[in-house]
């Protein structure tokens, strides 16, 4: 089955225990991208990777880091945790297309994460 | 700076109308707008998407209608069913790659 896989579901932790939330996807795809959702905002973007080895900064990277050193793996690192880092993540994946264009969109099932 | 927004955040519905979920965008540059379902607990789940050189598309069930001179996107499902409760957003901007997502509509389907 197709499908973007995401560990932890839920995730409690305190402010400055790093942390790892890991990526995976099974449908060879070229681009991933990890995304916060906080209520009332929508889904922002924090990291994207348009292939192996190469990473960009989305609209709130701050805080962040983010590695793609293999196709179907893409992690999102906390270094430092804050409270202000509480909120549901999601990592998505897709097929690149021509230039800057991806496919549609497939999302992992999210993983909440709570920063004492 | 710009921003996607929803008209209404809840919507509730009997089984079997139809149901508008409405969305007002303010970036009259963007080009591809989609529309996302979100089940509880659940990842955003690609529902239908259009281009700014369309003004309607229809999928299975579902409609989205564009309107680039108010910036007025909305999305219809006809014979709502219970399995349509859930969020639904919308999201607009060049590319997937680069969307803005809105806050979402939490649609409730009484039987």
């Known amino acids: 089955e197709a499908q973007v896989t995401q560990n932890p579901r839920y995730l409690i932790t305190v402010t400055g225990k790093k942390l790892t939330v890991t990526c995976s996807q099974n449908m060879n795809h070229e681009y991933m991208s990890w995304y916060r959702q906080d209520p009332g905002l929508g889904l922002r973007q924090i990291y994207y990777s348009m292939n192996v080895e190469v990473t960009d900064k989305g609209d709130v990277p701050e805080g962040y880091k983010v590695s793609r050193k293999e196709k179907r793996n893409f992690p999102l690192i906390l270094e430092s945790p804050s409270p202000n880092q509480t909120s549901l993540y999601f990592c998505?994946?897709?097929?690149?297309?021509?230039?800057?264009?991806?496919?549609?969109?497939?999302f992992g099932e999210g993983s909440r994460l709570t920063v004492l | 700076g710009e921003s996607v927004g929803l008209h209404l955040p809840t919507l509730s519905v009997q089984e079997g109308d139809n149901s508008i979920i409405n969305c007002a965008y303010s970036n009259s540059a963007s080009d591809y707008f989609i529309w996302y379902k979100q089940e509880s607990g659940k990842g955003p789940q690609f529902i239908i998407d259009?281009?700014?050189?369309?003004d309607k598309r229809q999928g299975q069930r579902v409609t989205v209608l564009l309107n680039k001179t108010v910036k007025h996107l909305s999305l219809q499902i006809a014979a709502t069913q219970p399995g349509d409760s859930a969020v639904y957003f919308c999201a607009e901007g060049p590319n997937n790659n680069d969307m803005r997502f809105g806050a979402g509509t939490r649609l409730t389907v009484k039987p």
């Open positions: 259009i281009r700014s050189n369309m």
């Open positions: 998505a994946s897709s097929s690149r297309l021509a230039g800057m264009d991806v496919g549609e969109l497939f």
